[in-house]
Nanobody, 124 residues
């Protein structure tokens, strides 16, 4: 079992930055791939970024490429999502997820554990 708790969401103006954190507990954190997903009202949950257990594989969605960066600190059992140049269309609930795999996938069905989500709102 892995327990995930997200933090760092909030309200920010367009062009601003936020850093989301996801603290994990339970199973050895360094052995699981991690991902960030988001879901806007009325839309399906979509992949944002992922990171393998070693940090060497970091897939990222085209919609956020060049603006968002995912990283992890296995010593702190934490994964981060640095979000820069935020746009109103980035507004969503952001979820952290963990997968019992080496490489991070982009499909949410590959992930076994989910956090409760943190709201990110970008005003224009």
């Amino acid at each position: 079992q892995v327990q995930l708790v997200e933090s760092g969401g909030g309200l920010v103006q367009a062009g601003g930055s936020l850093r989301l954190s996801c603290a994990a507990s339970g199973r050895i954190f360094s052995s699981v791939a991690m991902g960030w997903f988001r879901q806007a009202p009325g839309k399906e949950r979509e992949f944002v970024a992922g990171i393998s257990w070693s940090g060497s594989n970091t897939p990222i969605a085209d919609s956020v490429k060049g603006r968002f960066t995912i990283s992890r600190d296995n010593a702190k059992n934490t994964v981060y999502l640095q979000m820069n140049s935020l746009k109103p269309e980035d507004t969503a609930v952001y979820y952290c997820a963990a997968a019992n795999t080496v490489v991070a996938g982009t499909n949410p069905i590959l992930y076994d554990y989910w956090g409760q989500g943190t709201q990110v709102t970008v005003s224009s």
